[in-house]
Structure formats: C-alpha cells, structure tokens
C-alpha cells in the first residue's frame, strides 16, 4: 500500500570516532529507542554478513525482528536489510550514514521502506521513533 523513503538527520555533540564506537554495537538500540522497548537474542556487532534478532516489545505485544547487515564502511555508514520484520512492513532497509563535522557528528538515518499502511502513517510512527532516538542520543552525548 505504501512505498517510500524516509529520511531523519540528527547532529550528535561528539566526534564521529565516538559516534561510530557507539553504533559498532547493536546493543545500544536497546538504549535509544523508547518505543517499542528492544530486545536483542543474537551478536549484536554490526559486521557485514551479521543478523541481529530482535524482540520489539508493544507492550501486551511482541514482534520478532531479523535484520542482517548488508555493508559496512568503517566511520561513513552500514546498511542494515529486514530479514523478518513485523506488520506493516513489507520491506525495509535502513543506512546508517555518518559524517564528521569537526567535533561533531552528523548522523543521518535513510530507511527505504513497503508497507501494508499508508505512507502517512508510516512517516508518522518513524518520525516518533527516530526523534525519541535522537533525544537519547543528543543527552548521552553531551552529558560526558
């Protein structure tokens, strides 16, 4: 019903080498994302070839989530594709880009996307999700 991309910049106050430190583990998607809670069931490193399972907790619901990482180039991005992924996604695949800005960290977020909603609703939910994310993220950084 809907296909499209989505696109969410968030500039993170901390060098890209930290940034990406951070990100090298799948781990710490349990510690941004608010809602739904994440529970991870396999490695978590982000390495090329890697799938990283998920339990997206809705509260009196749970989704199984299985992305593997496509690629990954050390310091600029990697690229995560939906294995198994829940209503209403059809598709999903999500880069994680990363660029320096001195001491700063631009973090961009591109996830192409089919879903059984419209893209309204789409947009809406990923927009809540990745601007709770980079709540997280801008007070974990700049509280060090």
Known sequence: MGRGTFKYETTIDAPLSEV????????????????????????????????IEMELNFGVVQKKW???ILEVKEEEYFIDKGVKIPFP???????????SDGSR?????I????????????????RQMF??????????FTSK
């Open 20 to 51: 990406w430190d951070f990100f090298k583990s799948a781990e710490n998607l349990t510690v941004i994302t608010s809602f739904p809670r994440i529970k991870l069931h396999s490695d978590s490193s982000t390495i090329e070839g890697n799938h």
């Open 66 to 68: 299985t992305a593997k």
């Open 89 to 99: 996604f059809i598709e999903w695949e999500h880069r994680h880009q990363f660029d």
């Open 105 to 109: 960290t631009k973090m961009t977020d």
């Open 111 to 126: 996830v192409n996307y089919q879903a059984s909603i419209p893209n309204l609703f789409v947009t809406l939910v990923l």
């Open 131 to 140: 601007s709770g994310r980079k709540k997280v993220l801008v007070k974990k």
